[in-house]
């Protein structure tokens, strides 16, 4: 079974590579190597390395894949991009994807937050490093980031909102109020400049 | 291992936070009431304080996660100060913002951020807290620096200020992960139990580094040189947001970790700090003699008085009582109210004269009398003459130098006060220039300058005036916040 899965994920690895390398569009590249990063998260996960699967999801195939899409979306904007929505349900299902998610966190927290007392279902977060036993890698680091780093953690979350808020800020292309106000033929900038 | 959580010593941040999710909201849904962010900000920055005030009013000390997070007297002090310089920065944002041509919701959705990054950094007390609330309040400044996109001295701005911070970044964080290593723990009691002990000698090394990181947030010299071109670039409101409240954080920073986690090898620090603080008075204030610009002149003034504020941190290691760690904090409030009240008469003036060089200040008092008088109190202040606040910013430090009355101390004093003769000269001058010049020919096109940037001047003013008279007010805060560490 190991072997199976090992073979089907180093497939998809290579072939991932070899799109990145091969695609013609720099956002097919980007999400090629997704695929790499991901493929080689599991093969981490077979070699029993469950933190550094996780690590190699988040950070790779989170944050710096992410970075990579950002700074081509954001820069490569030589041509004009078609700003209809090509993929019409996109939206709801985004949405619905994201109220999945959040059933499922409360679902896996047992109905409580993650600083809850009573966490019914799920890792109990409650005193185990007395009796010795401290869980695998992932348990252990969960612990400590939702206890002791809970407060560092959370803001790192805003602070991630703010400098995606700034990026686009920054790379929009302009902050002009008159350019705004061709794309918007709304009377509220004339207005405001004239009085 | 439960944590537990105290909603009332974290409701600053969640207010706060609140205030930030609403702003980014309200500018994306309701785009066509550009009045509605800017009240919204103030607003929120206004609760926050409540909160302050009860907590100070309840006086129980609060500590959150295993030590890391702690409220009491210290950080609230520091909180209060952080969110009345917010107050006033917005209020002299707002024309600034509207007038300027550039769309202006994120402006404080970023700012709001880096005020929550600050009142984080005042509870810190863990490197990873300490490090995560610099990088809060550091990354929206590198966005707001360049807000003039069009502008190439902004865009220099913000790319040698991203540049040089994110540079700073990774010295402290090398010398952070050193410590880390050695005392076996990020919490900055566990350092200081380490350092009581006898570290290695690498130790030292890992402290200059780290202090090393700060001292580019502080802009002291050598490693200030990214403040004047970043100050001059960056649009007026957020150069006096830099100056006054950005760097306070950066003082903040440097004051917990010395005071709770390093403070027992001062061996390692004090000589550092020292060459800081004399090498940031002298060169700051050698410098702003020659500036003919008064923004570039600020900031180079900044730099100095950031050194005078370093003068009782290098010598608090001698000092038994906690005369130096109020030196500093008073120093920063005061510091902070004449230097965003100068801002806020700059951008009032150049409103109408469109123009930063000092020589577009001449004969301001006969053109617009009242906030020439304004400016003159300010720099008066700024020089450290009395009546004004800012005297008695330098007697505290002088005092602090003489409760530790080492050899080291005193030459650092003599040095100060060389210095701030040397201030005196260049304070004066635009005071002069104000005066005693003639006006040049008027610009065409004045705006006036609206209420909110009045108030700002108003607050400030009284502050250095009332202060100045009767500085209980600021010493009685000093005491209370260091009363019981």
Known sequence: ?195 | MNPVIDYHALAPEIVLSVTIILCLLVDLFIPDRPRLVPQLASLGVLAAIIPVLTLAVSGTDVSMFGGAFVVDNYALAFDGLFLVVAYITLLVSFDEIADGDYYGGEYYVLLLTSVLGMVMMASSRDLVSIFIALETISIPTFVLAGWRKHDTKSNEAAIKYFLIGVLSSAVMLYGMSLIFGFANGTKLSVISEYSAGSPPALFAVAIFLTIVGFAFKVSAVPFHFWAPDTYEGAPLPVTAFLSVASKAAGFVALLTIIRFGFFNSSDSWQPLIWVLAAASMTFGNLAALRQTNIVRMLAYSSIAQGGFILVPLAVAGDVSGPSAWEAVLVYLMIYAAMNLGAFAVVMAVSRRTHSTEISSFAGLGRVDSVNAVMLSLFMFSLAGIPPLAGWFAKFVIFRAVFDAGTTAAVVLGVIAALNAVVAFFYYSNVVRRMWFDEAPEVVSSPRPASVALTLAIGITVVVVVVVGVYPEVFARLGQLAFASG
Do not use: K
């Open chain 1, 1 to 195: 079974m190991n072997a199976v899965i090992f073979f089907i994920f180093a497939a998809s690895t290579l072939v991932g590579a070899g799109g990145v390398v091969l695609a013609r569009n720099p956002v097919h590249s980007a999400l090629f190597l997704v695929q790499t990063l991901l493929s080689v998260a599991v093969l981490f996960l077979l070699q029993d390395a469950e933190l550094l699967a996780a690590v190699q999801v988040i950070v790779y195939a989170g944050a710096i894949v992410v970075l990579f899409l950002f700074v081509i979306m954001l820069i490569g904007v030589d041509r004009r991009e078609a700003l209809t929505e090509t993929l019409r349900f996109q939206r709801p299902i985004a949405v619905a994807l994201g109220a999945i998610v959040l059933a499922e966190i409360i679902f896996l927290t047992g109905h409580t937050w993650a600083t809850g007392a009573a966490t019914q279902s799920g890792v109990p977060i409650t005193g185990s490093t007395s009796s010795g036993d401290l869980g695998n890698n992932i348990q252990r680091v969960a612990r400590v980031l939702f206890t002791d780093f809970l407060w560092p953690f959370e803001l790192t979350a805003l602070l991630l909102v703010v400098a995606v808020v700034g990026s686009v800020v920054l790379a929009r292309g302009s902050g002009d109020r008159s350019e705004r106000s061709i794309e918007e033929p709304s009377s509220t900038a004339d207005s405001e400049s004239a009085s």
